[in-house]
């Protein structure tokens, strides 16, 4: 986070930061990552190497998105992720079956 | 929608175009749209010739990839949507503005 | 798209649909109708009635988007896709297989 | 990462998560963030407190899903921003200006 930070302040890309324009971006990211898995055939959980490399790209340029989105908004992503996982945790005691 | 079924009727696509598979590559192609007005210096209603071209191609999928989603669940598009504006009518009679 | 069209205007909502809020909103639908999929037991090709109005719902929204976003370009959703389908008839001649 | 693994190994929500499935919910959470952001009126980077509990509810989403994905591909999530925010440190040099 701190790196994305620096990254961006370095560059003086803040001004394009703005939370709309990190969602649109999260969007396309998120397109090339479905890109990827539209037809069943391609959906394995087994990834050849290059196709390894171009998920693992997508997936970091999506996580550095929404880092900046954090960054923006002046959230703690480690610590929302805990809270959000602690209400899971209520919500779907273990035992629970996920079948809707 | 004719030519699109057609279409995919004569390349026996209709395996394919299962609802989840064509979603998923709706995300890709709305994640291509998204890409072209991601930051706000592109986001002008002015486009030049040749991103109009693109952004044309993007629309043009989406359309494809919905009226391909209507085949499958067996939806007639135009009802639908008129079905959903008529509800809109109600939900928002005219002199209402729209300020959340 | 006519209707649309003189929908918005009735209620001036012009000046809200500019190309980035319109692609925002189309990210919000199509996120609404991917929820619906998100599980494969929940894939299936037969949906129950109150699921089938849901999907319908979403997919009108979206299609409504999509025309306030041809509105906006000034674009033809039927040339375009027109077009679009003439590419794809040369690009995947008949007895080509989708097979990557 | 190590606390969503065990959250959905406890819960025998493996086999559920496959790829399709989490991009697809993926997609539907980005929808719900897009949905805050929808209107330009909406845009703001101050936000109100409970539009701040939203919208941090969805980010903390969207990580979950993310680390979901990685735990699938077996990715280090770290080691791929990493690498990617090289890459770009490369691909950006300081000085440039983002100004397509």
Known sequence: MKLVREFNA???WNKFLDPR???LALCGELGELA???RWRTRSG???????????ENE????FIFMLALCIEFEIDPEAVVMAKMK?????F??????ND
């Open 87 to 91: 209400k899971n945790e209520k919500r």
């Open 59 to 62: 997936i970091a340029d999506i």
């Open 21 to 23: 324009s990190i969602i």
């Open 45 to 55: 959980r087994k990834l050849s190497v290059s196709k390894r490399a171009e998920v």
């Open 10 to 12: 370095a560059r003086s």
């Open 35 to 37: 890109h990827h898995f």
């Open 93 to 98: 005691p273990i035992k629970a079956k996920k």
